[in-house]
């Protein structure tokens, strides 16, 4: 399989824990997307790298998130102290140079938070 | 700020009838994208179409058609002869020019019963 993949594809956790998730975009990917959904509402926009240059990051994403791509491969996003408000499905995408707006999703990482 | 709305919530259908899913949008920029995307119940998106603001020509792709108006800020999808496997959400989307962000409607759920 040679799509965006994720991991977890689903976490339960316990309100103040941390969480991590992974994602490994298509390889010829430059660019990589974070966004989350929550029930009956479209993807919101978290941040976006290009390479391993974090360059958007959206007013929605509180201090408590933080995101990486260190080599420019694969990227993680972690939450620390979660709150049940951050209960959502975090999706990750990718799309190659000179293809805007083109994005390939994973399916996702659902996380509850209890 | 860029906004997108889908004022259907849900549309039920029979299959072989047609059907269109509306889409609005504002924006100030004057070059900008418009995308449409679909979630199928495994949940993950899928790219259907973009279209740039310079370019007014409907398109059509098999039972896919999309009408884009600049004067009345719509694109609007039309799906003809539905069938089952048409059953999705279906998001609107914009980005403007210089951004790599998509900003997503709320979603059309589309129902077509055999």
């Known amino acids: 399989d040679t799509g965006v993949s994720q991991d977890p594809r689903h976490k339960i956790t316990k309100r103040g824990q941390n969480v991590t998730f992974r994602c490994d975009p298509i390889?010829?990917?430059?660019?990589l997307y974070w966004y989350r959904q929550t029930l009956g509402q479209g993807p919101e926009f978290l941040t976006y790298?290009?390479?391993?240059?974090?360059?958007?990051k959206s007013r929605l994403l509180s201090d408590r998130f933080s995101a990486e791509r260190p080599k420019g491969s694969f990227s993680t996003l972690e939450i620390q102290r979660t709150e049940q408000g951050d209960s959502a499905m975090y999706l990750c995408?990718?799309?190659?140079?000179?293809?805007?707006?083109?994005?390939?999703f994973g399916e996702g990482s659902r996380l509850t938070v209890l | 700020a860029q906004k997108v709305t889908q004022a259907q919530t849900e549309i039920s259908v029979v299959e072989k009838e047609d059907v269109t899913l509306d889409c609005v949008y504002e924006?100030?920029?004057?070059?900008?994208?418009l995308f449409w995307y679909k979630q199928p119940p495994s949940g993950e998106l899928v790219f259907l179409i973009r279209?740039?603001?310079?370019?007014?020509q409907n398109e059509i792709s098999g039972r896919y058609s999309w009408n884009f108006q600049k004067s009345t800020s719509s694109f609007n999808f039309t799906i003809t002869a539905s069938q089952v496997v048409d059953s999705a959400v279906y998001f609107c989307?914009?980005?403007?020019?210089?951004?790599?962000?998509?900003?997503f409607g709320k979603g059309t759920m589309l129902l077509v019963s055999p």
């Open positions: 995408a990718s799309r190659p140079t000179g293809a805007p707006g083109e994005l390939f």
């Open positions: 390889s010829e990917h430059n660019r």
């Open positions: 790298f290009q390479n391993e240059a974090q360059l958007e």
């Open positions: 924006t100030r920029d004057t070059t900008y994208y």
């Open positions: 279209r740039n603001s310079f370019d007014e």
């Open positions: 989307a914009l980005s403007v020019e210089g951004y790599s962000t998509l900003t």
